[in-house]
């Protein structure tokens, strides 16, 4: 999976874009650390650094965090997710976007402060891409029954979805 990710990322010619959703929602947290999972190239970790977050942006890929290593403010874990130290109530806003991995759920929870926000986007059974990595109907809103949901929207045809949930 490491090697898929390093050469994908080593011939990218240009940053990807920032998350829509990110953008478009990221006032609404309070400012504080945020994580970002599966970071990829840092796009989102860099947005939410300037806008004065701490950030650690973890991902499996070293050749994708090469963008953002060194930032002030953004603290780069190169490891598989499964093997990251999840805190304990440390983050104020957690993105796990385009990116599935269902044996986090309960860390992603455990990690956010009271009042923190997870920004989650991913794939759904619609759209074209291999099963295992893609949300059944409803299974975020039923997976993170704890959190309450501020904003959910099906969209791109159904075949994505995006859940911003806040933890009380």
Known sequence: MKSKW????????????????LKRFFHKAKKGVALDIAAGMGQNALFLAEHGFEVDAVDISAIGLQNI??????????????????????????????????????DIIISLQKGGLLFFQSFTQKSDMNPLFCVEKNELLQQFSDLEVLYYELFDDEKRVFMLARKS
Do not use: W
């Open 6 to 21: 390093d050469a994908r990322y080593k011939n990218a010619t240009t940053m990807p874009q920032i998350n829509d959703f």
């Open 69 to 106: 290593q060194g930032i002030e403010n953004i603290h780069c874990y190169v490891t598989d997710i499964q093997k990251f130290a999840f805190p304990k109530n440390l983050y104020t806003v957690i993105l796990n976007l385009n990116f599935l991995d269902r044996s986090i759920f309960q």
